[in-house]
């Protein structure tokens, strides 16, 4: 049971800590993977699922891409960077977060 929970603790909060650490700046796909993992131990998340979820980001007009070619193997790199519309979104989904953390906190503790 902890597996499936830890499971929906995550989906919920990955597209805000995505969409907060590409605030600070732009990132590549595996580049955004070892920071989230490296700040965020519990995510131990792969590629293959935080595509996904970038593709759904850009498609909402959270963030935007661009491409770079790569000076050292020749293959360009995808880099991804938030919107004014997506910091805002980051910003009313933490405040909800936060919100909800109270409430569970309150309940438990209670």
């Known amino acids: 049971m902890n ?22 700046n732009e990132m590549y796909g595996y580049e955004l993977v070892s920071e989230l993992n490296r700040q965020g131990k519990s995510f131990n998340i792969k590629e293959g699922t935080l595509y996904p979820i970038l593709y759904r980001l850009e498609d909402e007009g959270l963030m935007k891409t661009r491409w770079e070619q790569s000076t050292s193997r020749g293959q360009p790199k995808k880099y991804y960077c938030v ?25 438990m503790e209670g």
């Open 3 to 24: 597996d499936n929970i830890m499971k929906q603790f995550k989906k919920g909060i990955l597209e805000i800590v995505i969409l907060k650490l590409l605030s600070n």
């Open 83 to 107: 919107t004014e519309k997506g910091l805002q979104a980051m910003a009313e989904a933490y405040s909800q977060w936060k919100e909800i953390a109270a409430d569970i906190k309150r309940i």
